[in-house]
């Protein structure tokens, strides 16, 4: 398939996008009808009276040096979650199309193709396979003609396992000139893998999902990033709407994306890996503890004899952790966030006692 926005809606292929107030630096700002004066506790580079760029450039620049690709695969978004919902209103009419959903996995690909009116096909991940991809279902399902997105989570999210490379490449041929693949790699920097970005430039039907959210310690700045083909993120582009990213969100991206910031970064995340581990270890040797899976990512999946009485100890030690304990093929689940060594020490008490 030469072209990937030809799977898109026709509608928004043909869509004229918003035209905003010409960006420029240097000029004095007379034509966007802001406030010439800033609040008195505006504190911001460049001041929250005037609105933010509209599709910032900079970042979108920093983001593509993290990542490894060239500035026009990015689009900068608003969390993956807004990437996810620009790709299902892009790609998706009402009551036609469909999206392919691998659970156990994020819920936000099955929210977001609902809202659009798009159907949901579940194909169950392989539990007693470590949770892999059923290459052969989805292909097969991708064949009927419907399917617009095929959606991945690598590592997956609640299962923590990286999902077969080889798994990866068949869905992706299977899909080729039928779908989009969109492999979001949330916690990728927590893995020992390459991200599927690279596979883009042959394969421009891949859409890759990052995020700031993880690794970099910006949840509250919601900041998302898309990596495609150009075409792609051209077309979603029309779509996003102008001024999203809130600019103290950028300024605080870009902050966090000098190289000492990076440096910072990566010695965390060494560090949160070594953590990862003797928590694990430590779960594992507890008698209320049946399983803990293999991880990938920044959190643990682990089974308990009795996930009830485990999450009201944490409770009345002031702990939260992630019930999924009511979830076909997670039955007896939690899913426990690695914290700080404290915080770590701290829920292995609790669940000793």
């Not at 996810?84 to 099955?110: E, K, N, Q, W």
């Not at 702990?319 to 770590?344: C, H, K, M, Y």
């Amino acid at each position: 398939m030469s072209d990937p926005v030809a799977l898109a809606r026709a509608d928004i292929r043909g869509l004229a996008a918003y035209e905003h107030a010409t960006w420029e630096h240097g000029y004095e700002r007379l034509h966007a009808n802001e406030l010439p004066w800033r609040v008195a506790t505006d504190d911001s580079a460049a001041g929250l009276n005037r609105y933010p760029e509209p599709h910032p450039a900079t970042l979108a620049a920093e983001l593509a040096d993290l990542y490894g690709v060239a500035p026009g695969w990015v689009l900068p978004c608003r969390g993956s979650d807004e990437a996810i919902d620009l790709l299902v209103r892009g790609f998706c009419r009402a009551g036609r199309d469909s999206v392919i959903v691998c659970p156990p996995t994020f819920g936000m690909y099955a929210v977001a193709a609902r809202i659009q009116g798009a159907d949901v096909i579940p194909i169950p991940l392989l539990a007693e396979a470590g949770f892999a991809l059923d290459a052969v279902a989805i292909g097969a399902r991708c064949a009927t003609g419907d399917v617009k997105l095929v959606f991945l989570c690598s590592p997956n999210n609640p299962t923590g396992n990286l999902l077969g490379e080889g798994d990866i490449q068949s869905v992706v041929e299977a899909a080729a000139g039928r779908a989009l693949v969109v492999i979001d790699e949330a916690y990728l920097e927590f893995a020992d893998a390459a991200s599927q970005s690279r596979s883009i430039a042959r394969q421009p039907h891949v859409v890759v999902l990052r995020t700031l959210s993880k690794a970099y310690g910006l949840a509250g700045a919601r900041i998302g990033t898309l990596v495609a083909d150009p075409r792609i993120v051209d077309l979603l582009r029309k779509v996003l709407p102008p001024y999203a990213i809130a600019q103290p969100c950028i300024e605080g991206a870009l902050r966090a994306l000098a190289a000492p910031q990076r440096r910072v970064a990566r010695e965390r995340i060494a560090a949160l890996k070594r953590e990862r581990e003797r928590l694990a270890a430590a779960l594992a040797a507890l008698p209320c503890v049946s399983r803990v899976w293999p991880s990938t990512t920044n959190f643990l999946l682990t089974a308990f004899t009795d996930p009830a009485e485990a999450l009201e100890r944490l409770r009345r030690n002031r702990l939260l952790v992630r019930d999924f304990s009511g979830r076909p093929g997670l039955e007896r689940a939690l899913r426990i966030t690695v914290g700080s060594p404290p915080q770590n020490d701290r829920l292995i008490r609790s669940l000793a006692c």
